[in-house]
């Protein structure tokens, strides 16, 4: 499919497109989609084939396929939730022609065509100079946060020395009224961040209320500080542990906030993510009409993604994080194939997220058991076990506790016992603890 698109070739295209659909789609089905007949889609298709150049049928076809914009080099006037208003319209041929884009395995998806579309990583723009005060903060929030994310939120004592610090020395720099308005403002957003990842260590390590008061605390500072990308920031984080603690609702309600927030930041990342938290919190109320709808929002803002435009605390946005996010929604609206395509590009994240890493290795394996492969979740999750060994994480205990949940129908299986015992010897409740 990339060199057909590459090679601006809609034949080929066809063919590609057919091949990969699953089911295989034949070429008088693709036909009546497009209001062509078998014959001429065969032609199309032929190696020798000519690319057709009729712009009022590649738009046609564009529209009928519903291939995201971003993939074409001609301008359509459509969206990507539009249907086709010729040939067949059946609810299937619908179903699978809105979802081949988004699921493909080539990356054809709105995310995937922002990542075929993208060229170089665009540099970060140099840092303004700031205090000594500031880059203080910002240093040791940078090692607490690479520490978090290598080693997970209980290693070496990790939230005694970040409350210490907070405590004994960012606390006294804001209370000094001395400091120029933009200067405060400036580390005002600085201890907004340390207690961000003050609030991610101490969830961590499975203190939902401390994490929850350092969370609203990092909201404040950044009000105060009047930065609209670090308040849906933190809008953000407060929907994701929400989702994560069952009350989809609030997690809804903060994806909402964070959406109107991150909007006025002009970040496309920050509107990806609030985005696609949003359609987690729908997942997770069975709501598929509004899930599906926001998860559209934050496919389009990531074609407008541009890597490394943005501050240094949001470096973690990728393709791979919100990949893993997609994941999430399409396993729990209990789409488990769909959701598996998400979990294994997820894995292609940078290194240094070794907590991610795990907690991406453990959703791999919840997706092959709701589909009932439980030899390659069983291969998955045991890898998980391994990294657990050097992540200290009760989130990530979570998540493998999920997978032997999810694996529970099969617990006489052989392979099911060996994975129950290697969890149990890592301190992760089974269900044959029960």
Wanted: aromatic share 6%.
């Amino acid at each position: 499919m990339r060199a057909a698109l590459k090679d601006r070739h809609f034949g080929r295209l066809f063919a590609a497109y057919r091949k990969e659909s699953n089911p295989h789609v034949s070429q008088a089905a693709l036909g009546r989609w497009l209001g062509l007949t078998q014959a001429q889609v065969s032609r199309l298709e032929a190696p020798d084939a000519r690319p057709p150049s009729n712009l009022v049928n590649l738009e046609r076809w564009a529209k009928a396929l519903q291939v995201p914009p971003a993939l074409l080099w001609f301008s359509v006037s459509h969206t990507v939730n539009e249907l086709a208003g010729s040939g067949d319209d059946s609810s299937v041929g619908r179903v699978q022609r809105r979802q081949f884009f988004r699921t493909a395995g080539v990356g054809a998806t709105a995310i995937g065509a922002s990542l075929l579309g993208a060229g170089p990583a665009v540099a970060a723009s140099p840092p303004k100079p700031r205090s000594t005060d500031v880059e203080i903060v910002r240093d040791m929030t940078a090692t607490f946060r690479r520490l978090d994310n290598r080693f997970g939120g209980g290693h070496s004592r990790a939230t005694t020395t970040i409350t210490n610090y907070l405590t004994s020395t960012v606390a006294p720099m804001l209370k000094d009224t001395t400091r120029k308005a933009a200067a405060r403002e400036e580390l005002l957003g600085a201890a907004a961040e340390l207690h961000q990842v003050a609030g991610w260590i101490a969830f961590d390590v499975g203190n939902a209320t401390e994490g929850q008061r350092r969370l609203r605390d990092a909201l404040k500072l950044s009000q105060d500080a009047g930065d609209d990308a670090l308040e849906a920031e933190m809008l953000a984080a407060m929907s994701h542990h929400a989702a994560f603690n069952g009350a989809p609702e609030v997690a809804v309600d903060m994806a909402l906030a964070a959406r109107r927030t991150s909007k006025r930041s002009g970040l496309a990342a920050l509107q990806a993510e609030a985005a696609v938290l949003e359609a987690h919190g729908h997942a997770l109320q069975a709501n598929p009409s509004a899930c599906f709808a926001a998860l559209s929002e934050a496919e389009r803002a990531f074609e407008r993604f541009s890597p490394g435009s943005g501050p240094a605390w949001l470096n973690y946005f990728d393709s791979a994080y919100l990949s893993a996010k997609f994941a999430h929604v399409f396993r729990d609206l209990g789409s488990a194939a769909e959701a598996e395509q998400f979990a294994r590009r997820a894995l292609g994240m940078d290194d240094g997220y070794e907590r991610g890493r795990l907690f991406n290795t453990a959703l791999l394996a919840s997706t092959l058991a709701d589909q009932g492969r439980v030899d390659e979740a069983c291969v998955e999750a045991t890898a998980a076990v391994r990294m657990s060994e050097q992540v200290r994480s009760i989130r990530g205990g979570a998540y493998l506790a999920d997978v032997g949940r999810r694996l529970s129908p099969y617990r006489g299986d052989r392979r099911v016992r060996a994975l129950y015992a290697q969890m149990d010897a890592a301190g992760v409740p089974t269900p044959v603890q029960r």
